[in-house]
């Protein structure tokens, strides 16, 4: 499957940004798919994931309450509404398609296919 991310940009502290990602290849319904984020000078880490079904989420400590993330199978996109942002929220975002159905899996190598990822940046 290849991904595509759209909807970074600027945003002051407290604000909110929806992230999109677009994705092409008949088995996107079969994955679960997941957000990651990587700030300058660190490692990427992983922010949310969905189930298959849309029906299981799991989130990163540092975003549980102010994300959401949200699949849309019929249109084979995946979202995440990100609200009350912080500046260190501030990276760039990459979505990514599982290797499994469901989220208990939810490291960098869990995920076989990456989008090329859309930078957050959230002033203070």
């Known amino acids: 499957v290849q991904l595509q991310a759209s909807g970074g940009g600027l945003v002051q502290a407290g604000g909110s940004l929806r992230l999109s990602c677009a994705a092409s290849g008949r088995t996107f319904s079969q994955y679960a798919m997941g957000w990651f984020r990587q700030a300058p000078g660190k490692e990427r880490e992983f922010v949310a994931v969905i189930s298959w079904s849309g029906g299981s989420t799991r989130y990163a400590d540092p975003v549980q309450g102010r994300f959401t993330i949200a699949r849309e199978n019929a249109k084979k996109t995946v979202y995440l509404q990100m609200n009350s942002l912080k500046p260190e929220d501030t990276a760039v975002y990459y979505c990514?398609?599982?290797?499994?159905?469901?989220?208990?899996?939810?490291?960098?190598?869990?995920?076989?296919?990456w989008g090329q990822g859309t930078l957050v940046t959230v002033s203070s």
């Open positions: 990514a398609a599982s290797y499994y159905s469901g989220i208990d899996y939810y490291t960098r190598t869990d995920f076989g296919s």
